[in-house]
């Protein structure tokens, strides 16, 4: 065989497989040039998915024109490949699966659809979207059912507390756990009470932290049986050490002496405290009763 005819022939089947939509074939039309019937070569082309171009050219006088012409159908179109042209051998758009609804499976975890056309087509995935809580399953937003597990309570190792229980709070809802009530060691004296004031105990859960503060009544004076006093006035001491009372006209008794008689040798002693208190009487000298005397002993 010639080199050159073989070279031809290569291109030829080269241009056939890059065009694989166009299709050739020999007939008759009417030439508008030649102005009659003559052989034609039509090639046909898939334009859109309604339409072919067919190109036809006058092998007379290569005259060249184009025309739109409907697909010829053939074959039975799928839900994943259309129907061919017997013409340009172009294909229509396939159908597209008609999916059921998705539906779980029995793992629990997954859902899947099947194609009403053919039940062999089916699509399957993790079921997802949903949120699980501490005591609720995830609900899939796909198909609805409810997948994975429940996450169980998240309990805090530390205490939470109010005024009278303490316990384990959840980190994720409301839910307590070890609820009991506060377990009040034996207190510690934070405010020591007076005679007057009262003090306050601050007692501390053993367990939490929690505390309570209660009050210590005052004291009430412990006044002393036996009179202190001084130049003009007497009372009882209290005998608390940390009493209040600083002012000797607030205790217990407080008065001025009184009682007893001074005389010109002695003064006077207070009826309740025994202190001499007040000034002694001034003597009181007269000449009759100092000669009256002096005779009278004079005589005996
Ligand atoms: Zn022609
Ligand atoms: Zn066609
Ligand atoms: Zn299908
Ligand atoms: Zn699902
Ligand atoms: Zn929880
Ligand atoms: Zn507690
Ligand atoms: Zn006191
Ligand atoms: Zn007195």
Redesign the pocket.
């Known amino acids: 065989m010639n080199k050159k005819i073989l070279s031809v022939v290569l291109i030829l089947c080269v241009m056939l497989a890059v065009m694989p939509m166009t299709a050739y074939a020999a007939d008759i039309a009417f030439c508008t040039k030649c102005n009659k019937i003559q052989t034609v070569r039509a090639t046909y082309q898939y334009a859109d998915d309604k339409l072919h171009k067919c190109s036809v050219t006058c092998t007379v006088c290569y005259n060249k024109w184009y025309y739109g012409e409907a697909h010829i159908w053939s074959g039975t179109a799928t839900c994943t490949s259309g129907r061919t042209c017997t013409v340009c051998g172009g294909s229509s758009e396939p159908l597209g699966h008609d999916w059921g609804t998705w539906t779980q499976n029995s793992d629990e975890k997954t859902h899947t659809r099947i194609c009403k056309r053919d039940t062999s087509h089916t699509e399957t995935e993790n079921c997802h979207g949903g949120t699980a809580t501490c005591t609720q399953r995830a609900t899939c937003t796909v198909c609805g059912a409810e997948y994975g597990d429940a996450l169980g309570h998240d309990f805090t190792t530390s205490w939470t507390h109010d005024d009278n229980e303490h316990w384990k709070q959840c980190s994720r809802c409301d839910k307590k756990d070890d609820v009991g009530p506060h377990t009040w060691d034996n207190g510690t004296i934070t405010t020591a009470p ?3 004031k009262a003090g306050k105990k601050t007692y501390s859960c053993t367990k939490c932290d929690a505390t309570k503060i209660e009050p210590i009544p005052a ?5 002393k049986s036996d009179w202190t006093s001084d130049a003009t006035h007497h009372w009882h001491e ?3 050490e ?4 600083t002012d000797n006209a607030g ?1 217990n008794g407080y008065a001025e002496h009184s009682g007893g008689k001074a005389t010109c040798t002695q003064n006077a002693v207070c009826e309740f405290c025994k202190a001499e208190y007040g000034e002694k009487l001034p003597h009181d000298f007269t000449a009759e009763t100092v000669d009256a005397k002096y005779l009278k002993s004079a005589a005996t």
């Open positions: 007076t005679c007057t004291t009430g004076h412990s006044w209290c005998a608390n940390n009493c209040d009372v205790k």
